[in-house]
């Protein structure tokens, strides 16, 4: 597992919008797995900034992302669907045909998430996984005690998940207590996972994640078996990492490797 520091939450979320842009660069027809929550909104400000002055193109790209609330139809204000748009598809050349969000409001889940694994597969497989984890070491929606083999799924949010996401909805009330989510298993099928992390309140969580045994208890530790993880973090996020030295270390050796 790569784990890189950068020295804010500026500087992390930058360098989490240049791993996609390199990889859109590279690969224009790229396909993308997405994530909504507080973390990503300035890595996908990059993305927009990198498109308007820099000409990053979307037009071939596809993006299947984590997560919805069931309940919510894609055009209330709360739903991923929403989040999506407001931050990022609207503001960059993606066709939204392209851009697949699980729905919110079907009625039978079990043929619903098939499809949405189903269309993963058709379009290739996800090259990138964008990552955020919650602060019980949860990546997606998949909460502690979720199979580390999970599939798309319908699952119940914990008590802390609820309470953590109430700050997007006028009333903690409102808070969905159920999603449809990727699956654990889905994630690590991507060909490359990049989690983001930033502020105090992550920092154990990944600490659990990334020097913590690999268990279900914390399914962002998953990561560990995956051959192309990289968790990019601020300093905040990075205090209670015992190996810090060793990770800085490592970076310094691999940029040094490949600069010219
Ligand atoms: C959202 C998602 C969640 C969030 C996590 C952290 O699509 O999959 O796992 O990444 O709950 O949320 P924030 O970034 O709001 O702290």
């Not at 660069?25 to 993308?32: F, G, H, T, Y």
């Not at 699956?183 to 990334?210: E, F, H, N, P, Y």
Request: aromatic residues 6%; negative net charge; glycine residues 8%.
């Amino acid at each position: 597992m790569r784990v890189v520091v950068e020295e804010d939450t500026e500087a992390a979320s930058r360098w989490a919008a240049w791993q996609i842009a390199e990889l859109v660069r590279r690969k224009p027809d790229a396909v993308l797995g997405l994530a909504t929550g507080g973390t990503p909104i300035r890595c996908y400000g990059e993305l927009i900034r990198l498109h308007r002055e820099e000409g990053l193109d979307f037009s071939r790209v596809r993006t299947f992302n984590l997560d919805e609330y069931v309940g919510l139809a894609g055009d209330h204000p709360q739903s991923y669907r929403c989040f999506m748009n407001e931050h990022l598809f609207g503001q960059i050349n993606i066709p939204l045909e392209n851009t697949h969000v699980p729905s919110g409001t079907e009625d039978d889940y079990d043929r619903f998430c098939e499809a949405y694994e189903d269309a993963i597969r058709a379009a290739g497989g996800i090259d990138l996984q964008l990552l955020g984890i919650g602060r019980d070491g949860h990546i997606a929606f998949n909460e502690p005690g979720s199979s580390l083999a999970s599939r798309t799924r319908l699952k119940a949010l914990t008590q802390e998940t609820i309470d953590d996401n109430a700050r997007f909805f006028n009333d903690a009330d409102q808070v969905p207590v159920l999603a449809v989510t990727m699956g654990v298993g889905t994630i690590l099928d991507a060909a490359q996972c990049l989690l983001l992390a930033v502020g105090a309140g992550k920092a154990s969580a990944i600490r659990m994640a990334v020097e913590g045994p690999v268990t279900s208890q914390v399914t962002a530790s998953a990561l560990q078996l995956h051959r192309q993880a990289t968790v990019v973090l601020d300093e905040e996020a990075a205090a209670w990492l015992q190996r810090r030295e060793y990770y800085d270390r490592s970076e310094r050796a691999r940029r040094a490797r490949l600069s010219p």
